[in-house]
């Protein structure tokens, strides 16, 4: 099976996420910078909530795709939304990439909210559930 993840963080903890989910299934997190370049069965596609939305740079690189990617599983970190879920969902949808229900999200740091966070216990859940996918 071929996996890849992708992902996009300003801050850092997003690729916390990235990495621990990278860890687990044994595949390098590279950022949304790097464009796919193969066919791929799963897309680990991480992202954070700026302003009720995702980043200009996400939504370049799924409009971007031009290979054939069986599901795409998101994960995300947030301060106030629960996960960036139905963001990513519209631009896939636009692109007819299909979107697995299942995601994971968890708080990030934010100002003073949050502090630590994703923490280890997040990490370890994110890896964990990346496990349960593959
Ligand atoms: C400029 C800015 C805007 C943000 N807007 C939102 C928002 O609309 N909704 C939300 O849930 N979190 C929001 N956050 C919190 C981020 O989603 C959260 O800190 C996230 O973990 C950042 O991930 P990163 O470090 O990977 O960039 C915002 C953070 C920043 C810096």
């Known amino acids: 099976m071929k996996i890849a993840i992708r992902y996009y963080s300003r801050g850092g903890n997003t690729k916390k996420l990235a990495d621990a989910i990278s860890n687990a299934v044994g595949v390098e997190a590279k950022t949304v910078s790097e ?47 629960k996960s960036t879920y139905k963001y990513v969902a519209k631009l896939l949808a636009a692109k007819d990439i299909p979107l697995a229900k299942d995601e994971y999200s968890c708080r990030g740091s934010f100002a003073m909210l949050y502090k630590g966070r994703p923490n280890s216990d997040d990490c370890r859940a994110a890896a964990d559930f990346a496990k349960s996918i593959v």
């Open 35 to 81: 464009p796919l370049t193969e066919d791929v069965d799963i897309l680990f596609l991480g992202s954070a909530a700026y302003g009720f939305d995702v980043d200009d740079e996400v939504k370049k690189f799924i409009d971007g795709i031009s290979v054939s990617v069986g599901k795409v599983v998101n994960f995300s970190t947030t301060s106030v939304i």
